[in-house]
């Protein structure tokens, strides 16, 4: 099929967790407890609100235990999808400001 246009996509896809870090980053917390990889591995654990994974683990593409408490208090599907859509939308947010 089409190659070119597979890679773009994976291209992209880096690029915005890397957007996503680096705001996570500025406008994050530190929380009072790191998740289980930044502890593991001594790593600066930042984590923001409304995110599934601290800036490490969205970096290096692992999955997080440590996301922020509004997240995983949301225990149904519905509210966990509302959250990632949400994260979607700062992205794009922030894909357009950078331009
Ligand atoms: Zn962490
Ligand atoms: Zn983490």
Do not use: W
């Not at 994976?10 to 870090?21: D, G, H, P, Q, Y």
């Not at 407890?33 to 601290?54: D, I, T």
Request: net charge positive.
């Amino acid at each position: 099929m089409n190659r070119i246009a597979k890679a773009r996509k994976t291209e992209r896809k880096v690029l915005s967790e890397k957007i996503l870090a680096s705001y996570i980053i500025n406008f994050g917390t530190t929380p009072t407890m790191p998740c289980a990889n930044c502890f593991r591995h001594q790593r600066k654990c930042r984590m923001a609100e409304g995110f599934s994974r601290c800036s490490e683990c969205l970096t290096r593409k692992v999955s997080c235990d440590g996301a922020d408490v509004s997240y995983r208090l949301a225990k149904n599907i519905e509210e966990r999808k509302k959250m990632e859509s949400e994260e979607q939308r700062l992205l794009e947010r922030l894909l357009f400001l950078k331009k």
